[in-house]
T-cell receptor, first 115, second 113 residues
């Protein structure tokens, strides 16, 4: 069964460093998403991406964040200069279509710890 | 804006007992509602969704949920739980026409042998 994969499973970084979180969406999916969950809080939408462009983003997704689909399989989230408050679990998701009732398939997450 | 409240952060229940996980939402527009489950070290998996039509929705693994518009609720139920149902359960909402999900804080269901 196809699945979304994410690497690494756990990333530890120093404050101010850049990090890149990687995701491989399901191969025939066209829409990609990043969510995050700070410990004990809600899972929050960050950004959606289609056709090599951001289609929607939340207020969390500021200039420190960027997304990219560098090749036909990977989808990355970059945080340019990490802050302590960026520590969270980051989930990647993909869907075949964009419609709001279309199922989003989630990866297992990357736990980011900023020291 | 949409929001979801899951009042119970943890729910312990004995094996073969029934369970209800509560979810309330707020929205000024029409919404779609979802329940996701997360097993340890895995991604979020869709359990069921309400789009329209019958307010009682059946999902995988014997779970069902009922959409109640007047109470703005979408509680998840299972008549008899198994050890394998131990997981984190997330309620989520999205408005029609959007594709970003708004999640609750999750409920950790622990099934006790």
């Amino acid at each position: 069964e196809p699945e979304v994969t994410q690497t690494p499973s756990h990333q530890v970084t120093q404050m101010g460093q850049e990090v890149i979180l990687r995701c491989v969406p399901i191969s025939n999916h066209l829409y990609f998403y990043w969510y995050r969950q700070i410990l004990g809080q809600k899972v929050e939408f960050l950004v959606s991406f289609y056709n090599n462009e951001i289609s929607e983003k939340s207020e969390i997704f500021d200039d420190q964040f960027s997304v990219e689909r560098p090749d036909g399989s990977n989808f990355t989230l970059k945080i340019r200069s990490t802050k302590l408050e960026d520590s969270a679990m980051y989930f990647c998701a993909s869907s075949l279509l964009a419609s709001s009732y279309n199922e989003q398939f989630f990866g297992p997450g990357t736990r980011l710890t900023v020291l | 804006a949409q929001s979801v409240t899951q009042l119970d952060s943890q729910v312990p229940v004995f094996e073969e007992a029934p369970v209800e996980l509560r979810c309330n939402y707020s929205s000024s527009v029409s919404v779609y509602l979802f329940w996701y489950v997360q097993y340890p070290n895995q991604g979020l998996q869709l359990l069921l969704k309400y789009l329209s039509g019958s307010t009682l929705v059946k999902g995988i693994n014997g779970f069902e949920a009922e959409f109640n518009k007047s109470q703005t609720s979408f509680h998840l139920r299972k008549p008899s739980v198994h050890i394998s149902d131990t997981a984190e359960y997330f309620c989520a909402v999205t408005k029609t026409g959007a594709n970003n999900l708004f999640f609750g804080t999750g409920t950790r269901l622990t099934v006790i042998p």
